[in-house]
């Protein structure tokens, strides 16, 4: 099986930065396709960018887009989510999932298209 283990998060005032790392080991990362999500108490879990195999395709939530950037280092089997001009509402508990599925596209937006989760990270940013 996949183990994802997620780590970078912390305490940020507002507009600062921080980098979130996955890191993924019992397969390697180029035959993942990797996402990630949060979650604040009392709210479902929200996607928040996705990025295909090959680190080509990537796609972003409408509220974090030109803000957080993700990337992928498949001979460190690491995937990063660049977070910079950080505000409160990005408070939450980010996840990292991966997915064996392939398709065409290759990039998942849903919960349901990933098969492996790791155990989240706080990030907390203040006002």
């Known amino acids: 099986q996949v183990q994802l283990v997620e780590s970078g998060g912390g305490l940020v005032q507002a507009g600062g930065s921080l980098r979130l790392s996955c890191a993924a080991s019992?397969?390697?990362?180029?035959?993942?396709?990797m996402g990630w999500f949060r979650q604040d108490p009392g709210k479902e879990r929200e996607f928040v960018a996705t990025i295909s195999r090959s680190g080509g395709h990537t796609e972003y939530a409408e509220s974090v887009k030109g803000r957080l950037t993700i990337s992928r280092d498949n001979a460190k089997n690491t995937v990063y989510l660049q977070m910079n001009s950080l505000k409160p509402e990005d408070t939450a508990v980010y996840y990292c999932?991966?997915?064996?599925?392939?398709?065409?596209?290759?990039?998942?937006?849903?919960?349901?298209?990933?098969?492996?989760w790791g155990q989240g990270t706080q990030v907390t940013v203040s006002s």
């Open positions: 019992g397969r390697t990362s180029s035959s993942l396709g």
């Open positions: 999932a991966a997915t064996s599925t392939v398709t065409s596209w290759d990039v998942f937006l849903r919960e349901y298209e990933y098969e492996y």
